[in-house]
């Protein structure tokens, strides 16, 4: 039901409407009301004496807000837009004789009635201004509060068809992930479009592909596309709500339309009305989306069937983001491989060729390329004209086919650097310097998936780890508990049981020493490196007696090989890596080489042991993966993670290869020469 609200009052008897102020149903009913009747009247009336005391529609209460408590005279008017819609009621009582006091001489005249005609077209302009100047406050004050996105949109819908008479109205927004308009508000109608893709044949379909605003008299005589959503739809007015941005390209939102029940309901004024009230929407859309896409990004991370998402699907919907806030139509996230020392792409959008890319292109950490400076630097950077900056690898432009301004930005998780965040566009808006800090809160998101998942990994290599020497303990305790075995079988099960337990010990004490060393932060001192290959190989000399291998130091004339760095850690990553070559060799030799190449010390450690195999070679550093399995041999699959993460943080590599004459391995250790400080 229509209501009309109290919004003011001037009388001499000094009295003040109660907050708060009262509103009136819009009827029509004996004893409901007098000013509710005129008001559903629609007319300029005027009443007197009599015809005014015993009205039929009068409450019967006092007027206690005139001087006497009596109705000597009245005059009302209404106050209604160029459609004829009500927007209010002016209602003036008891005219002042020539004395100045009222009474039952004074009457309204046809002068009054003329200055009320005048007085209500100003106050109708008034109240239009007035709603329009609520409305565009109502926006800068969402634009702090961006988290109530759903109600403030059924808000603006409503008023705007309050604005233009509509009978319901809809917005509908584009969702990139769905690559379709989505209904995202409605009012009036049966509700049941909120939520749905708008359907390709339709007026509002067709305004986001013309880019233009429709206005139809009589939908019955159009013909162009259109969608019946509600059949009682006689008149309808469709605009679109896009942005411009610095560069003057345009960023297409949605659409936002209004029906009604008329024919010839709207024209050009509501139709440009429209237009403003979408371009002031478009703005706040724009400027809270920043928050509202990352809310969202926050709500898929901390969803509980994130557990089971494939990481990649996460970092595709940051970047979808990204594109929703910027209109950045490509983008990529490259995550960082420390113990293998590159970059591999682990996401993209934008374009479904480069899907095959994915987890297969990666940045060496010596190549010249945007990306890997900023995984270096752990800075952002903007490149203008990367076909003109050496900074840029010519190469991933020309794979990617990126042309544009360029803008990399680092993914830093616990004060690392996990991966790179490129952007780009083909077809939308270009990046520019200012998002360089624009972008942190989604590279935030992206560095804290990256290491989310990275987590999860370890954890199931550890499960798996755990759960297969469980499963061999439980079964040989079986058939300990056999009575039937013979004693010889017993003993022979009960040397594997402890073979087994072992092997459990050394996983988890393996995975606390691997963590430790994560945690500690590294000591920065003078060393001797001739010294630490020295004490290493003499450590390691009686177990390669013990196993019939031949083990060789072969270190360089210069006596002293000076570095500053955590020695302690270093000597605990030679260790890992000689102890990993001692464990595949069961006969021949291992050998040690210290040498000094340039600004580098190397340490080579070659073994004649068994290889590994061409499709394990990028599996080696990942933790938990060992190649000891069976034979009387186990491995945690940690030393040469603990290894390589150590000599990373030290500035250096751990490298694998492949020995091209005969069977074995090369794990090259290289750490660069630093002077104190």
Known sequence: MRRLEFVGEDCESGYVQPEPHPKLPIRSRKRGGLTSHLANCGLIV??????????????????????????????????????????????????????????????FTNTDVSLAVFLSTRLVVALQGKELVSFFKSLSAWQSDPGQLSSFESTTVARAADLVGADQGSLALWDESKRALIITAQVGGDGKRIRTRVPRRSVIQTVWNRR????????????????????????????????????????????????????????????????????????????ARPETSIRHALASLSAPARVYAEPKKL???????????????????????????????????????????????TH?????SLAVRVWKSGEPLYSERPREDSRVSQDGLDVFGIEGPLLGFPLVHSGKTVGVL????????????????????????????????????????????????????????????RNNQQQSNKLRFLATLGAEIGHLVAVVERSRLMRQHQRLAPVVEEYCLRQVVESM????????????????????????????????????????VVNNALNHTDQGRVKIELMEVDEWFKISVTDDGDGVPEAYTKEIFRPYFSLLRGGGRSGTGLGLTIASGIIV??????????????????????LPRRSKA
């Open 212 to 287: 233009e605003s429709i206005c139809i008299a009589d939908v019955r005589q159009y013909q162009g596309p259109y969608f019946a959503f509600d059949p009682k739809t006689r008149s309808k007015v469709a605009v679109l709500l896009a942005t411009r941005d610095a560069s003057a390209h345009l960023r297409l939102i949605g659409v936002l339309s209004v029906d009604s029940y008329t024919k010839d309901n709207f024209d050009t004024q509501d139709q440009e009305m429209l237009e403003g009230v979408a371009d002031a929407l478009a703005a706040a859309i724009i400027s």
């Open 422 to 481: 490129i952007g780009w566009s083909s077809d939308g808006p270009k990046p520019r310097f200012e998002h360089q800090q624009q972008l942190a809160p989604f590279a935030q998101l992206a560095a804290a998936e990256i290491a989310i998942s990275y987590a999860y990994g370890l954890l199931d290599e550890w499960i798996h780890n755990i759960a297969q020497p469980t499963q061999n303990v439980r079964g040989l305790v079986d058939v300990i508990l």
């Open 315 to 361: 970092l595709v919907s940051i970047l979808e983001r990204v594109r929703e806030t910027y209109g950045f139509d490509r983008g990529l996230i490259y995550v960082a491989e420390e113990m293998s020392n590159l970059l591999r792409l682990g996401a993209q959008m934008g374009d479904h060729h480069h899907e095959q890319l994915v987890g297969r292109y």
């Open 364 to 368: 060496g950490a010596n190549m010249d």
């Open 46 to 107: 005027r009443l007197h004496g009599q015809s005014l005391r015993e009205n039929e529609y009068r409450a019967g209460h006092r007027a206690i807000h005139l001087i006497d408590g009596v109705d000597y005279s009245l005059l009302s008017f209404p106050l209604k837009n160029r459609k004829g819609q009500l927007l209010g009621l002016v209602k003036v009582q008891n005219k002042k004789d020539s004395n100045g006091k009222p009474g039952t001489q004074a009457k």
């Open 649 to 670: 943080e030290e500035g250096g590599t751990l490298t694998f290869t492949r020995r091209e004459t005969s069977p074995g391995s090369i794990f090259t250790v290289a």
């Open 537 to 576: 190989y003499h450590a390691f000399l009686r177990r390669a007696y013990e196993k019939g291998i031949n083990l060789q130091l072969v270190l360089p004339e210069v006596r002293e090989c000076l570095n500053y760095g955590d020695e302690n850690r270093v000597s605990i990553a030679l260790d890992e």
